[in-house]
C-alpha cells in the first residue's frame, strides 16, 4: 500500500527504519480494526432489511389474498332440506326455490343434518359451508353468566315453600336416581304466585345460586313481538338452547304477561300473544321430551291464567307465596338487620307485630328508612325511635289493597 499524499522521507539507519515499520504496522492494524467494525454494521443492517423484506412480503400476500376475497362473489345463504347421499343434498335458498346440489369435499359428512343452515356458491349453488344454529341475540341476553348472591338462608318465612321448590327443582337435576327407584317422573315446572314483593324472584335467584345448571330468566312481555311467528320463534329458540345447555332453568317472571286466558281475539295483537301462548304450551308438554329442563313461572295474577297453563304436566306444583305472617316478618326483619348497628334495647319481635299486612319488600324499606333516619341526625347505631319513623313514613307512602287470588290449587 502506497502513501502517494504523504511527504515522509526514508529513514536513513536500522533504528529508524524500525520505527517507521512499527508505525506503519499499527496504522494498518487500527485500519483493519475499523474496516471490521464496519463489516459487522453492514452484516447487522443486511439482516435488518432482510427481515423487514420478509414481513412486507407478508403483509403485501396478506393483503393480496383479503383483495380476492374482496373480489369473489357472496355466498347464498340457504337450508339444507334432504340428505340425498355424502355428495348430494337438497337445499333451499334465501330466496325460496329448492335444488339438488353438491357438497364440497372439504366438508365432513357427518356435519350434514337436515335443517342447518350452509352457504351455497352463488353461481353453481354447491354446498361450501355448514353454518353453526343461530338463536336471537335476546335469547344470549336471558342466561345468567354469574350466579346471583342470594342464598336460601336470606329468605325468611317461606321455609315450607324452599322445600317444595327444592323437591321440585333442585332433586331432579341433582339426585335422579331417587325418583328411580320409587318409579315416578320428577316435577317439570313449578308456579310461584301471590301478593307483590313476598318473595318469588328471590326464590328464583336463590334457586340460581344453589343450583349448577345454567339459569335462563325471561320476563313474560319480553316474549310478546310485534310481528306474527316473532314471539313463537323466540319461545321455540329459548327451549332448544336449554336443551343444548341442559341440565338447564327456565325462569319466566310475570308469566301472566304472556299466558292470560285466552278469549275471542279482536285485534291482531292479541291473536300474537295467544300464539305465542300456544307456543308455550307446547314447548313445556309437547312431543319432544325436555330432558334436564326445568321451568319456574312467577305471577301475582294467578286468577287470569289460562288453565290450560296451570294443569299438572305443565307446572306440576303450584305453590303459593303469602303474606308472612308474624313469625315470618320477625325472620326476615332479623335477616335484614343482621348487618346494622342497632341499638341493644331495641326488640324486633315488637316491630314484626306492628308490620301486620306487610311483605318483604316493605320489611326491607323499613329498615333501610330506619338506617337513613340514624344518618340524617349523624348517629352511628339505630334506634327504636328510627323504627317508629320508618313504620309511619312507609305505611303513609301509599295504600295498599291486599291482593286476594281466588283460582289455582297446589299440585304435589
Known amino acids: 500500500m502506497g502513501d502517494s499524499g504523504c511527504d515522509i522521507t526514508e529513514p536513513q539507519n536500522s533504528e529508524e527504519l524500525c520505527k517507521y515499520l512499527l508505525e506503519r504496522i499499527s496504522n494498518l492494524e487500527n485500519r483493519n480494526l475499523e474496516l471490521r467494525e464496519r463489516m459487522r454494521q453492514m452484516e447487522s443492517e443486511k439482516r435488518y432489511v432482510e427481515t423487514q423484506k420478509i414481513r412486507y412480503e407478508r403483509e403485501m400476500r396478506k393483503l393480496r389474498s383479503e383483495i380476492e376475497q374482496l373480489r369473489s362473489p357472496p355466498l347464498v345463504v340457504g337450508e339444507i332440506i334432504d340428505i340425498i347421499d355424502n355428495n ?6 334465501s330466496a325460496g326455490p329448492r335444488f339438488l346440489v353438491r357438497v364440497s369435499q372439504f366438508i365432513d359428512p357427518k356435519d350434514l343434518r337436515s335443517g342447518s343452515r350452509c352457504t351455497l ?8 359451508e355448514v353454518l353453526p344454529n343461530n338463536y336471537d341475540p335476546q335469547i344470549y341476553g336471558m342466561e345468567l353468566e354469574e350466579r346471583p348472591g342470594e342464598i336460601y338462608s336470606d329468605i325468611g318465612g317461606l321455609e ?18 331417587l325418583f328411580e327407584q320409587v318409579g315416578i317422573r320428577p316435577p317439570k315446572g313449578v308456579l310461584l304466585y301471590g301478593p307483590p314483593g313476598t318473595g318469588k324472584t328471590l326464590l328464583a335467584r336463590a334457586v340460581a345460586h344453589e343450583t349448577n345448571a345454567h339459569f335462563l330468566r325471561v320476563v313474560g312481555s319480553e316474549l310478546v313481538q310485534k310481528y306474527i311467528g316473532e314471539g313463537a320463534r323466540l319461545v321455540r329458540e329459548l327451549f332448544e338452547i336449554a336443551r343444548e345447555k341442559a341440565p338447564a332453568i327456565i325462569f319466566i317472571d310475570e308469566i301472566d304477561a304472556v299466558g292470560a286466558h285466552r278469549t275471542e281475539s279482536v285485534t291482531s295483537g292479541d291473536r300474537e300473544v295467544q300464539r305465542t301462548l300456544m307456543q308455550l304450551l307446547a314447548g313445556m308438554d309437547g312431543f319432544e321430551a325436555r330432558g334436564d ?41 332479623k335477616i335484614h338487620t343482621k348487618g346494622m348497628n342497632l341499638e341493644s334495647q331495641i326488640n324486633l319481635l315488637d316491630i314484626a307485630k306492628q308490620t301486620e299486612g ?14 337513613m333516619f340514624a344518618i340524617r341526625d349523624e348517629r352511628s347505631q339505630v334506634s327504636g325511635e328510627d323504627f317508629v319513623r320508618a313504620l309511619h ?20
Open 160 to 177: 315450607a315453600q324452599v322445600q317444595e321448590l327444592k323437591e321440585a327443582v333442585e332433586l331432579p337435576l341433582t339426585k335422579p336416581h
Open 293 to 333: 329442563v326445568k321451568i319456574i313461572g312467577a305471577t301475582n295474577r294467578i286468577d287470569i291464567l289460562d288453565p290450560a297453563l296451570l294443569r299438572p304436566g305443565r307446572f306440576d306444583r303450584i305453590i303459593e307465596i303469602p303474606l308472612p305472617d308474624i313469625e315470618g316478618r320477625y325472620s326476615i326483619l
Open 393 to 412: 313514613k312507609v305505611s303513609t307512602g301509599f295504600n295498599r289493597q291486599t291482593l286476594k287470588n281466588t283460582f289455582g290449587e297446589m299440585f304435589a
Open 358 to 371: 306487610r311483605n318483604g319488600a316493605d320489611l326491607r324499606a323499613i329498615c333501610m328508612e330506619a338506617g
Open 88 to 93: 348430494r343434498v337438497v337445499v333451499r335458498s
Open 121 to 128: 356458491n352463488q353461481q353453481s349453488l354447491a354446498l361450501i
